[in-house]
């Protein structure tokens, strides 16, 4: 991921680090996977004439980075119902074949639950999010289909307890989001030096601590996540 001024100049020059890094290194950039990302302020004019200077055809708006979106406005539940959907996928190719409670519990725990691990860990995920997710693994546990009807016997409050509190150890999946998020302040904390939390710092809390730092109005999605947990 690189930054640059959404310029002529700016590109330019760009483009000419992408052709000697490709010189130096024998390395040459894919440009029909590479993608470019422009801030609200970009006019129409400036965003076509940085495209053709990096000779870049896609711009970044559903796009992903490292498997999480790239731009999520104001809805997020929008940017993540991939989750629910993912998890659904997935479920669905189990339907078919005959698991015992034990194999559907393995399957839940190692593969269903850790779709929405790496996001939970950077944004705050809706409830109603958590919720749909909650509801596929929920029917598969209890009839071992994602779109069952049947009666679960249990609430979902007893079957996430841990075993030795009598339930099956799955995960309340709004609690996950907020231990991740808890466990990112907690590095904030512990690990000051870290680029992570030199730019949050300068940010957010400038001259303060991260225990006494506040959300702020036009704070990211990020930061905010990380002060919810």
Not at 61 to 85: D, V
Request: aromatic fraction near 10%.
């Amino acid at each position: 991921m690189i930054f640059t001024e959404a310029s002529q100049r700016g590109a330019n020059r760009l483009q000419e680090i992408l052709e000697l890094y490709s010189r130096g290194s024998g390395q040459l950039v894919n440009k029909s996977k590479s993608v470019v990302f422009f801030s609200g302020n970009c006019t129409d004019t400036m965003k076509t004439k940085v495209r053709e200077a990096l000779h870049i055809e896609n711009e970044a708006l559903a796009e992903k980075y490292l498997g999480l979106p790239t731009c999520i406005g104001r809805s997020s539940k929008e940017a993540f119902e991939y989750m629910p959907t993912r998890i659904h996928d997935l479920v669905g190719g189990w339907s078919g074949r005959e698991a015992s409670g034990a194999g559907r519990e393995v399957l839940i725990k190692s593969v269903a639950q850790a779709v929405p691990t790496y996001p939970m860990s950077c944004f705050l995920i809706p409830k109603d999010t958590c919720k749909k997710m909650k509801l596929v693994i929920a029917n598969y546990w209890w009839d071992g289909a994602a779109n069952s009807r049947q009666i679960h016997w249990q609430s979902w409050e007893q079957v996430t307890r841990p075993k030795m509190q009598g339930g099956t150890g799955f995960r309340n999946m709004h609690l996950f989001n907020l231990a991740m998020l808890g466990k990112q302040g907690w590095r904030i904390m512990i690990k000051p030096d870290s680029l992570c939390a030199r730019v949050l710092r300068g940010r957010y809390f400038h001259g303060s601590d991260f225990l006494s730092a506040t959300r702020k109005h036009h704070a990211s999605q990020t930061w905010r996540a990380i002060l919810a947990g």
